[in-house]
């Protein structure tokens, strides 16, 4: 009888045992990121107030930055940006998005540790007139309806078809993801193509979305992206092909059924916590 009582216990205690490890485990490594209680970006008489700037910065004024056409070269180092605001030279379509700094440099941070699936920016619909001026419905709607991954739009290029767009980003946080991606061939629709990086995954992929469905279009694995660390990811278009670089390298090169027409901008997933800097277009 003891021998039995002393069975049970043993089970019941391994049982125990696994069911905390695995709790531990899925916590550490599966499990979304709490926010910080201070937003690491924003300076330290900033911090106190972190919450309320990143209610401003999706909420506030849109203002229309300069535009200029695929033939002109574009930089944007956001150093003409306020601080703990919403950027200027790009409309948030999904997610948080807010100007914060990288030892006294500024930057463009998106925070997904506060990020809701499925949930547009804030203020999306005057971002979106401004994007599409008479179109911005069906931009609108679409967005809205398929809202999953975070992405904003440089108010800076009206249509972009051949040429390079690099940006510089450093992967900060990010427990399911740390994406960052250039965005391009943006349609009224909502339809895009992106180019992603990704510190917790090392591979570099080209993605398309479209009606509200993502695909992969080329993926290539074993790309060094060390997390906390700023990288240079490049896009360079020539009609319809596509070649994707990192710190200089080629990793993709892929042709796609049609000729790249539409707007660019920035993309991330999930609770990604990415620093941007350099974001440059230089049209053929």
Known sequence: MKTKNRKTIFITSAVLAFTLTGFFVYQKYFSWSAPPAQAEYLPADLQKSGNSFMVSANTGEIKQGKKTNNMNPMTDEFSQETIGAMPVSF?????????????????????????????????????????????????????????????????????????????????????????????????????????????LENNLVLWRFKRGKRSSISWVRNVPTPTRKW?????????????????????????????????????????????FDDYKVVGN
Do not use: C
Not at 104 to 131: F, I, P, Q
Not at 246 to 268: D, E, M, R, Y
């Open 91 to 199: 409309a948030p379509a999904v997610g948080n998005w807010i100007i914060g700094v990288d030892n006294d440099n500024k930057v463009l941070v998106v925070d997904g540790r506060k990020w809701s699936r499925g949930k547009a920016s804030a203020g999306l619909a005057d971002k979106a007139r401004s994007l599409y001026g008479e179109r911005y419905a069906e931009f609108l709607d679409n967005v809205k309806a398929y809202a999953y991954y975070p992405f904003a739009v440089s108010q800076q290029v009206d249509n972009f078809t051949n040429g390079e767009i690099t940006v510089r980003f450093k992967g900060v946080a990010g427990r399911i993801d740390q994406g960052a991606g250039i965005l391009f061939d943006l349609k009224p629709n909502g339809d895009y193509y992106t180019v992603r990086a990704n510190p």
């Open 231 to 275: 990288h240079e990811l490049k896009v360079r278009i020539e009609g319809n092909l596509v070649r994707g670089y990192l710190n200089g390298k080629q990793f993709i090169g892929h042709k796609l059924p049609a000729s790249v027409s539409g707007k660019v901008g920035l993309w991330t997933k999930a609770d990604s916590v990415v620093y």
